[in-house]
């Protein structure tokens, strides 16, 4: 993809949109596109919770698609000031808190609800990291409420025995014998 292209772009968005950015500098890694800029007013970019950052990048992924005549929209990542990178550290670091928990407990254990973005970086992540080669990830839940869910692999076949539902994390008590 043209770099020189998404930063016209950009730049010619942000312009129409009076945002003030520095430095826009364009890496290709793995398999996205990450763009990184500067603004003295980075929080009018960010916006709440990062919602004027999504929808400019949505922006950006449309004209860009448009321009290029893609059949897709190409899988651009904007960060303003190292917004989102702060954002994959941390979810990143919770991720390997809770794989500690599921370890120590052989329970299944769901994240906080996440953006796709995000999700796609902790899947990413354990799948990617020799440390954690023990645990899996998958994604449940609907819209805004989707969540990522840590397991133990071994645990694949009690989810597999299940109909697919999650099966009920049940500890043994020691109270077999009551009739409830």
Known sequence: MDHNRIKEILSGLLTALALPFENISITEEQDFIRIDLNSPHASRLIGWH????????????????????????????????????????????MAEQKADFVRRTGARIALPPMNPYLRRMVHLHIAGSPTLQDLTTESTGEGDYRQVVLRLKEDQKAKESSDGELAPIIEDTGLDNLDV
């Open 50 to 93: 990062g919602e004027t950052l999504n929808a400019l990048q949505h922006l950006l992924k449309s004209i860009v698609r448009e321009a290029n005549q893609l059949s897709r929209a190409p899988f651009l990542i904007l960060d303003v000031d190292g917004y989102r990178r702060l954002q994959e550290e941390k979810v990143c670091r």
